[in-house]
Nanobody, 123 residues
Framework: EVQLVESGGGLVQAGGSLRLSCAAS????????IGWFRQAPGKEREGVSC????????YYADSVKGRFTISSDNAKNTVYLQMNSLKPEDTAVYYC????????????????WGQGTQVTVSS
């Protein structure tokens, strides 16, 4: 059974940091791209940062460049999203998702999704 489990969300003040984790199981991790997406109330889900476990290609949305860092530990089948200098507009539910044998940071093509973890940034 394919599973993606997010953890690490919480409440933090503006300027603070959080590290999200996405633990994957049930598929060949090295063949997948893993993406972090977020959805704020009343807004569409958007790609935040994605990484290819095939060649370590990464993508960052403009809104998070220089503040967020994505990394992958293939030995642990886990992808991390280090979020620094958090802003109130980063408040959202963060989801990780898996895409097989391809790479993008668009929602289309991501077949497996976690349940999400809430990130709330207070001003």
């Amino acid at each position: 059974e394919v599973q993606l489990v997010e953890s690490g969300g919480g409440l933090v003040q503006a300027g603070g940091s959080l590290r999200l984790s996405c633990a994957a199981s049930g598929f060949t991790f090295d063949d997948y791209a893993i993406g972090w997406f977020r959805q704020a109330p009343g807004k569409e889900r958007e790609g935040v940062s994605c990484i290819s476990n095939t060649d370590n290609t990464t993508y960052y949305a403009d809104s998070v460049k220089g503040r967020f860092t994505i990394s992958s530990d293939n030995a642990k089948n886990t992808v991390y999203l280090q979020m620094n200098s958090l802003k109130p507009e980063d408040t959202a539910v963060y989801y990780c998702a898996g895409m097989q044998l391809s790479f993008s940071c668009l929602l289309v093509g991501y077949d497996y999704w976690g349940q999400g973890t809430q990130v709330t940034v207070s001003s």
